[in-house]
């Protein structure tokens, strides 16, 4: 019965009534569908490190060994190469590694297919003399993302790739290991993604569950009053709770399935944004069913709970709607939870669990969601007493009448405002790196840098390669001749081998592809091939920030255009006489914005430094001129955003007042 | 004497239903005058066209003497603010703001400070039985006392015309018949004139003359014996 007349009193509201239950969907259809991005980070970062574990051999130890394994990076074109060595250990059969079909024999190379591609498309001296016996193509179980650059080269057991040492920097590759399966374990740098990758979700998570509960009260601030009603003839709390959640259930359902869509459709787009060197596959970025399916089914009844929660009024007091009072101030004590907070952070980061700076952004976000309405409320008893003109006036009065309302208008900037604060010093600059790609180094085994340099100017000269070869202890140092020569000072300082320069690319992947094998295990190395990793480290850090920003943002804006449409059908009939009594329609339009303005520049602020003093105890590097630009890019943005957002909503105001008196009576 | 307010001839039409179906109305300075009917009949269209909140299809409205129903939104929003007052059944004050500056806002709108408007809208609150009540909000008001409230919104801006609809409808009959008492006297006492949209003879016996609309036409006008 209830569901039933929910659902003639849901179609039956109206083109206004519908309009706002058309909000309520979109709301949710936008919370879901970047929900499922935020979770999907996280398996997609899991399924990578998954698949890129068996390159991170462990150690038989008390098992029996079957292989051996090592690997290390080589350089094409600025770009990295994982070279994988295997081998089998005499009278034993190991598993292939994921992606091939067998386990490689000695002497056969099988290539990633974007590496096969680059290797047919340059010429054979610049990368595909690396690999003269190519066996086959890697399929994609073995590939963390679909450009990986990989090769996977079978060896006899003894030969020298799998017995001579290696460097033991782990950055640089493995050295060979005696395994007993090539199940491996997730790399370092395959957790630390997967750790930048949580941060990321809790920072989209918790603005995403902040706003899909305000679209949820949006449901119940348009039904509160016909509620009322129903409960003044007589509906039972229980009837009217039913009621509320079959509503809120039935749109938000809608909404779920609605952004689970979108989502579904944007996934192609989200597989382009590079991290880690490369895209995605379409199947990282699609959550598990079991997944989708909870969240599609978690969301409606979180906006049931919260609808709830909004009602509790009209249940409680069947004219607690119906009668408009002075509202019950906003404790203080809700200052208290984030003064609390503030003192813990500096504590608890002490740690450095992965956990702990989830909670630790947990706690923050969630205070500040919990001190926001206390200091709207206060905003707007400061407006109140000091306007002098009626847009003030009205804005003020409105804030101290119902904080929770402007709240929900700003919440979703001012949240954005603790990511950007928190990314804002935590994100690094580009790394102060020499782009030295004029020199060549690889270390020689110990006393044969004479002979390993004579080989190298051999290999170079029948390659047609320019270079000076010269040793420096065990180190073998080939200057390519033509390059040019790189003027930055910071740069010249910080060269390992004299004067840096850049060469042209070609030349130098000629050299390197001379040069393979040069010294078994080891690759001969730029000074910009050993900065490769943290540039790029630190450029992902930055890519990170921009998705996580604008998720942030598209959340903010979303939820103040939103709130703002909804807050004028909410409010229509005093609009509507205020008019009707004279009043313009630009007093009325300044007084909302001042509404939202007015909160926003404080809490926004607010939220700003909040983020920026959790995130000084994660500082890995100084503040830079890039985090200070995001910062204010993103405050730029976000008021731009919320402004235009809320001025969305002038022509539904306009509607609403055009004919304050329909009835032709 | 020369009319206050006038309408001539007016039409207007809703899709098929016709609301007013040329009528003539006249208010004189100082009057009070009831316009009654049953539901449906055109009374609250007649009182919206001559109020300037909505335009007669054909006909015209003139406001001591000046044509007001072709002026655009703009200048009729800014009469209705200055030259007329407007009480209504219910929901006419902002439940956010308390009773003073309830009052005090259409002063405010038309220029005066703040401190100003809200000393000059205090004035009406003891000649109207309000005193005391100045801070409380629109909830914390009985039906009555929110209805002396809007009475005061109504005439602090010292209007010509103040146009009540249904101004008693929520109150209960010793209440309706104070406020209407209250509305009556306190109109005339700052020189406006009334214009009252009511189905109630109780309420029309307060006012001067009543006139009585059916299906879109005046029918009969009769001054109070």
Redesign the interface.
């Known amino acids: 019965m209830n569901v039933g007349l929910t659902w003639r009193l849901l179609k039956g509201g109206g083109r206004r009534g519908m309009l706002g239950t058309w909000l309520t969907l979109g709301a949710v259809a936008v919370s879901t569908a970047l929900l499922l991005f935020a979770v999907a980070v996280d398996f997609a970062f899991a399924a990578r490190a998954d698949r890129g574990a068996w390159r991170n051999p462990v150690a038989a130890g008390s098992r029996p060994a079957v292989a051996i394994e090592a690997s290390r990076h080589d350089y094409v074109r600025g770009r990295e190469i994982t070279v994988v060595d295997l081998a089998a250990l005499p009278g034993r059969s190991p598993e292939p590694p994921p992606g091939l079909p067998r386990f490689p024999a000695p002497g056969e190379v099988w290539l990633s297919p974007a590496l096969a591609g680059l290797a047919d498309r340059l010429p054979a001296a610049e990368l595909a003399a690396r690999y003269p016996k190519r066996a086959g193509v890697l399929g994609d179980e073995g590939l963390v993302h679909p450009d990986e650059l990989i090769v996977v080269a079978g060896r006899a057991p003894d030969a020298p790739e799998l017995t001579a040492a290696r460097s033991s920097d782990w950055i640089v590759g493995s050295q060979p290991v005696k395994v007993a399966s090539l199940a491996g374990e997730p790399t370092e740098d395959a957790e630390g993604y997967q750790v930048l990758g949580l941060i990321a979700s809790v920072l989209m998570v918790v603005p995403l569950l902040v706003f899909g509960g305000a679209a949820a009260r949006l449901t119940v601030a348009r039904r509160d009053q016909r509620l009322a009603a129903l409960r003044l003839v007589g509906a039972t709390p229980g009837q009217v709770v039913a009621m509320t959640v079959a509503e809120a259930v039935i749109v938000a359902f809608a909404g779920a399935l609605a952004g689970a869509v979108a989502y579904a459709l944007a996934v192609p787009l989200l597989t382009r944004v590079r991290i880690d060197g490369g895209p995605w596959f379409v199947a990282d970025l699609w959550p598990h069913p079991l997944v989708m399916a909870g969240t599609v089914v978690a969301v409606p009844l979180l906006t049931g709970l919260s609808a709830v929660a909004g009602l509790r009024r009209v249940v409680v007091s069947p004219l607690g709607v119906a009668?408009?009072?002075?509202p019950p101030g906003m404790r203080w004590v809700r200052l208290l939870a984030l003064v609390a907070v503030l003192v813990a952070v500096p504590v608890v980061s002490r740690g450095d669990s992965v956990g702990l700076i989830a909670v630790v952004i947990g706690l923050a976000f969630l205070s500040i969601n919990l001190v926001g309405p206390w200091v709207v409320g206060l905003i707007g008893r400061i407006t109140a007493a000091s306007?002098?003109?009626?847009a003030r006036?009205?804005a003020g009065?409105?804030l101290?009448?119902?904080p929770r309302s402007a709240w929900r208008t700003v919440s979703g900037v001012a949240l954005t405002g603790f990511v950007a604060g928190f990314l804002g010093l935590l994100s690094p600059g580009t790394l102060a790196g020499t782009q030295d790609t004029g020199h060549l180094r690889v270390s020689a085994p110990a006393g044969q840098a004479a002979t390993v340099a004579q080989e190298a100017r051999d290999r170079l000269k029948r390659a047609g390669v320019g270079a000076a070869v010269t040793t420096r202890k065990d180190v073998v140092v080939i200057a390519l001749k033509d390059a040019t020569p790189i003027t930055d000072e910071d740069a010249r300082r910080r060269a390992l081998d004299g004067a840096p320069a850049q060469a042209a690319p070609a030349a130098l992947d000629r050299a390197r592809t001379a040069l393979t094998g040069l010294v078994p295990g080891r690759t001969p190395t730029t000074q910009a091939d050993d900065e490769y990793f943290g540039g790029q480290i630190l450029g992902d850090i930055a890519v990170g920030t921009v998705v996580v920003l604008s998720v942030s943002f598209l959340v903010a804006i979303a939820s103040a255009g939103i709130t703002a449409a909804s807050s004028v059908l909410d409010r229509r009939?005093?609009y509507a006489?205020?008019?009707?009594?004279?009043?313009?329609l630009e007093?009325l339009d300044r007084a909302r914005r001042a509404e939202t303005l007015i909160p926003l520049a404080v809490m926004g602020g607010g939220a700003i430094l909040v983020g920026a003093f959790c995130g000084v105890p994660f500082m890995i590097t100084d503040p830079n001129l890039t985090g200070l630009v995001t910062l204010i890019v993103c405050v730029a943005a976000g008021f731009a955003g919320v402004v235009g957002a809320g001025a969305l909503s002038r022509p539904l105001l306009r509607s609403v007042t055009a004919?304050?008196?329909p009835?032709?009576? | 004497m020369n009319d206050v307010l006038a309408g001539r001839a007016l039409t207007k039409r809703f899709g098929q239903t016709v609301a007013l179906a040329g009528v003539d109305m006249a208010v004189r300075p100082g009057e009070a005058v009831a316009i009654m009917g049953p539901s449906g009949s055109g009374k609250s269209t007649l009182l919206h066209c001559l109020a300037g909140i909505m335009r007669p299809d054909s006909g015209e409205v003139r406001l001591e003497g000046t044509r007001i129903d072709d002026m655009g939104e703009r200048r009729r929003s800014a009469l209705r603010r200055t030259r007329f007052g407007f009480v209504f059944q219910f929901g006419q004050l902002l439940p956010e703001l308390p009773a003073d500056e309830n009052v005090a806002l259409p002063l405010m709108l038309g220029g005066v400070t703040r401190a100003e408007a809200v000393r000059r809208g205090r004035e009406w609150f003891a000649p109207l039985g309000l005193g005391g009540m100045e801070a409380r909000r629109p909830g914390e008001l009985s039906g009555g006392q929110a209805q002396r409230v809007a009475i005061a919104r109504a005439l602090v801006t010292k209007p010509a015309v103040v146009f009540a609809d249904e101004p008693t409808g929520a109150l209960d009959q010793t209440t309706g018949h104070d406020t209407m008492r209250l509305l009556v006297e306190a109109t005339k006492h700052n020189g406006a004139s009334l214009i009252v949209v009511t189905h109630d003879p109780g309420v029309a016996g307060w006012c001067d003359r009543t006139v009585e609309v059916r299906d879109g036409v005046l029918l009969a006008a009769g001054a109070r014996a």
Do not use: H, I, N
Not at chain 1, 323 to 326: A, F, L, N, S
């Open positions: 009668k408009r009072e002075t306007a002098r003109r009626p006036l009205l009065r409105r101290v009448d119902d009939q005093t006489l205020l008019r009707l009594a004279g009043t313009p007093v004919d304050p008196a009835r032709p009576d």
